[in-house]
């Protein structure tokens, strides 16, 4: 199975860290936005979508990656993603992320979210909030994650 990760990780290097390890997991390369040709995205069988949340969406970056993507042939995703917060109730963060990419006829499989190290303010005048995440039970997580989604 050929797999790519398309991450933007900017502020501690949580999400790096969580798509690491699926990379490990499903054998696959982790890049930038910017590091890819989005033609090169029809030639593989999964694509994970990820990016730590700001302001409760995804990175700008991914978010007109995705939106620049063309409509190609039917291909299979996910979406993954850090944050100070659950990805839960009726806001989810996952889910404009997850329209805009079905848009571009990919059906999208799961999400996974994790907590992580979160410094935007009002956090940042307390020294931030959850430090020490994504720790090791959150990447395991990540990995139990990535291993059910390959065949």
Known sequence: MKAVLVCTSVSHGNTRRVADVMAQALEARVVA???????????????????GIFL?????????????LPKGPR??????????????GFQRFSR???????????????TFSCRAFDTYLPFKLVGGIRKGRPDAADLAAA?????RLSP
């Open 96 to 110: 404009p992320l997850t329209r805009l990419i079905e848009q571009k006829n990919f059906e999208v499989v799961d």
């Open 75 to 88: 291909r299979t995703a996910f979406v993954f993603a850090t944050s100070g917060f659950p990805d839960a």
């Open 33 to 51: 936005p910017g590091q890819i040709d989005p033609a090169e995205l029809d030639t593989c069988d999964l694509v994970g979508f990820g990016s």
């Open 56 to 68: 409760g969406s995804f990175h700008p970056r991914l978010r007109e990656f995705v939106q620049s």
């Open 143 to 147: 990995r139990a994650f990535a291993e």
